[in-house]
């Protein structure tokens, strides 16, 4: 069975940090594009930061440059995102999403992705 975990999210004061994990199960990530989503109360879903399977091309959205940090680790078919300098408006469900794409470059949008998790909730909040 193939399976997203997240895990890492929580409750933090803004300016702190958080590292979110997405372990899978059931297949090797080596393959895939993966990608980091948010859902916010009340908003749509959407993308955060992505990473490629073979050459490390990544995206950030606008929101997040600078403060947001993805990577992958492919021998513990894990991929983060750390997070930095938290605001309020981080706080949303975290979700980590997989689809098969072997090349340069990512997929990056919410349609494209074949696999989710469950989601990891993030609270930004003093």
């Known amino acids: 069975q193939l399976q997203l975990v997240e895990s890492g999210g929580g409750l933090v004061q803004p300016g702190g940090s958080l590292r979110l994990s997405c372990a899978a199960s059931?297949?090797?990530?080596?393959?895939?594009?993966i990608g980091w989503f948010r859902q916010a109360p009340g908003k749509e879903r959407e993308g955060v930061s992505c990473?490629?399977?073979?050459?490390?091309?990544?995206y950030y959205a606008d929101s997040v440059k600078d403060r947001f940090t993805i990577s992958r680790d492919n021998a513990k078919n894990t991929v983060y995102l750390q997070m930095n300098s938290l605001k309020p408006e981080d706080t949303a469900v975290y979700y980590c999403?997989?689809?098969?794409?072997w090349g340069s470059g990512y997929v990056c949008y919410e349609r494209g992705m074949d696999y989710w998790g469950k989601g990891t909730l993030v609270t930004v909040s003093s």
């Open positions: 999403a997989a689809v098969p794409f």
């Open positions: 059931g297949f090797t990530l080596d393959y895939y594009s």
């Open positions: 990473i490629s399977s073979s050459d490390g091309t990544t």
